[in-house]
């Protein structure tokens, strides 16, 4: 279970505010680095100065927080959301100009710091998305914080069915009275956003559909024994061409190597106790993955810089199948 410091209560809906905060800012520093790619790096300033874009960031999340904390409601948290992520992005964008003493925006190992800054946040959402033991005073609060979404917003059928379940049974007047409140609010309009949920629903049940056959399962398993494979190979040859000895960043590509072992091997693991029982198959799948994600990511992107972000991708979809058939498998 997830334990959590005394006097703060999670809130349900706290990874989806984080997971939004995660999108805005990994989409805003792809799209920050291809558009000073594609004009030559402007200086957005005339003469000696020269403002970078870190202010704007640092200024856009003190809008984000301000956002936060004068206003109520689930509008404001996701505008708050949205604009710390746009700003955070902007922000650690920079950072090889703060760690090294030339301030090197080009300096190779930023990338790879950027990519695990957003990494952490993403396990950190995970555990947001985890099972925690939540006490009677808890559960009270999460179900009045929704009743006040309803108060500013009105409330799903979805959301006041489970605000309700959550002080369901108790004989206490506050949560009667909670009850009560929940059933008085209005129903919510129908939104784009709503539309496109239902939308996104729709999409994921299409998937779910699309991943039960278990050639999915066995496609996966290959890939994760396959790619690291390569790179191993591709490592043995550049050994043997003694290019690798005079590589830019020869410890990175050594971390990247060593990354690669250890996935191959628990991926065979793990493609190997596939036959005999399925959920411990995946699970060393997904030990395979996250290697590769958290500590193997990290330094392909100081050698590729974010040329690795396709790989990158693909791994999430391997990670994406693997956490659908874990669910299933766990069913």
Not at 121 to 137: A, C
Not at 185 to 210: G, N
Not at 270 to 275: D, E, V
Request: proline share 3%; hydrophobic share 50%.
């Amino acid at each position: 279970m997830v334990s959590q410091p005394p006097g703060f209560v999670r809130a349900g809906s706290a990874a989806a505010y984080l997971q939004a905060f995660v999108l805005c800012g990994i989409s805003t520093v792809l799209l920050t680095r291809a558009y000073l790619a594609a004009t030559g790096y402007p200086k957005i300033a005339g003469g000696s100065l020269h403002i970078a874009h870190v202010l704007w960031g640092g200024l856009l999340m003190t809008v984000a927080l301000g956002v936060a904390l004068a206003f109520l409601g689930r509008a404001a948290r996701i505008c708050s959301a949205m604009l710390g992520g746009v700003g955070f992005g902007l922000f650690v964008d920079e950072v090889g100009k703060f760690i090294t003493e030339e301030t090197d925006y080009f300096y190779r190992p930023a990338a790879g710091i950027i990519y695990l800054t957003f990494a952490v946040l993403v396990v950190l959402t995970q555990w947001l998305r985890g099972p925690v033991d939540r006490t009677v005073d808890e559960r009270r609060a999460d179900a009045a914080n929704t009743a006040l979404i309803g108060v500013i917003s009105g409330l799903t059928t979805r959301q006041r069915v489970e605000a309700i379940e959550l002080v369901t049974g108790s004989e206490r007047d506050v949560d009667r009275a909670l009850v009560r409140l929940l059933n008085a609010v209005p129903d919510a309009e129908p939104r784009r956003v709503d539309r496109w949920r239902a939308a996104a629903d729709r999409l994921r049940a299409r998937l779910d559909t699309l991943l039960r056959p278990s050639w999915t399962l066995a496609v996966t398993a290959c890939y994760l024994v396959m790619l690291p494979t390569l790179t191993i190979v591709g490592a043995v040859a550049e050994s043997v061409t003694g290019d690798l000895d005079h590589a830019g960043e020869r410890r990175a590509d050594l971390v990247v190597i060593s990354a690669a072992v250890c996935t191959v091997l628990l991926s065979i693991r793990g493609a190997a106790a596939l036959r005999v029982d399925r959920a411990t198959g995946i699970r060393w799948l997904r030990l395979a993955l996250l290697t590769d994600l958290l500590v193997g990511q990290v330094f392909k992107f100081t050698v590729n810089q974010f040329a690795a972000v396709s790989a990158l991708a693909v791994d999430m979809v391997a990670l994406w199948v693997l956490a659908r058939w874990s669910r299933r498998v766990s069913r």
